[in-house]
């Protein structure tokens, strides 16, 4: 079975550009979740998604940052205009979690960002 | 503010030893925790879980141990294989499908 599938898996641009990050979580799950790894801040939640809906986006760094998930395998993270503080890799993870709040999540290898 | 700390950034253990990680906890609302190993340029993946019921959890040669009273939990790995050089990174949850993170122990298995 195919897992968490992100791409691009590197990515880079200029700074002011616009950044479009895709992830196809797995078959079956309800939950997904964006994460970016950075030396300073590890792994931090961005944004999660319930069947399709945003549940938390208190992670999100900025306005210039946003998520959308418009059916059940698929999901974008944009970033709008971006600058070079965003560099970092970004993690797509989901889960199902049927009727319990534990579980495992399973997570996409991960988008490398550099803006210049 | 980092609820969950890794205060050891690395580990280097000969091949055959056990591999020791330990992982600290701020929030007392926490009650699942997993540990997750990452390889470069992957994802991380779900390595063993316990339930804040338990102070135990067993797979193979992995286990987890936790101590709620000190809010600390450790990561047993007996014996140690090259194969196991990784980052582990330690995560917490509180019942809101939300994980948070540790730093990362990174681990370097001699021969």
């Known amino acids: 079975d195919a897992g968490v599938i992100q791409s691009p898996r590197h990515e880079v641009t200029e700074m002011g550009q616009e950044v479009t990050l895709r992830c196809k979580p797995i078959s079956g799950h309800d939950y997904l979740f964006w994460y970016r790894q950075t030396m300073m801040r590890g792994l931090e939640l961005l944004i999660y998604?319930?069947?399709?809906?945003?549940?938390?986006d208190s992670g999100m760094p900025e306005d210039r940052f946003s998520a959308k998930m418009p059916n059940a395998s698929f999901s974008t993270l944009k970033i709008q205009p971006s600058e070079p503080r965003d560099s970092a890799v970004y993690f797509c993870a989901s889960s199902f979690f049927g009727g319990s709040s534990y579980n495992e999540q399973f997570f996409g290898p991960g988008t490398r960002l550099t803006v210049l | 503010d980092q609820q969950v700390k890794q205060n050891s950034p690395s580990l280097s253990v000969q091949e055959g030893r056990i591999s020791i990680l330990n992982c600290d906890y701020t929030n007392s609302m926490f009650d699942y925790f997993l540990w997750y190993k990452k390889y470069p340029a992957e994802g991380p993946t779900f390595l063993i879980s316990i339930s804040s019921i338990k102070d135990k959890n067993e797979d193979g040669r992995f286990t987890v141990f936790l101590n709620k009273s000190a809010k600390h939990l450790s990561l047993h790995i007996v014996p140690s294989q090259p194969g196991d050089s990784a980052v582990y990174f330690c995560a917490a949850s509180s019942n809101d499908y939300k994980l948070s993170f540790g730093a990362g122990t990174t681990v370097t298995v001699r021969a």
């Open positions: 998604f319930n069947n399709n809906v945003p549940i938390d």
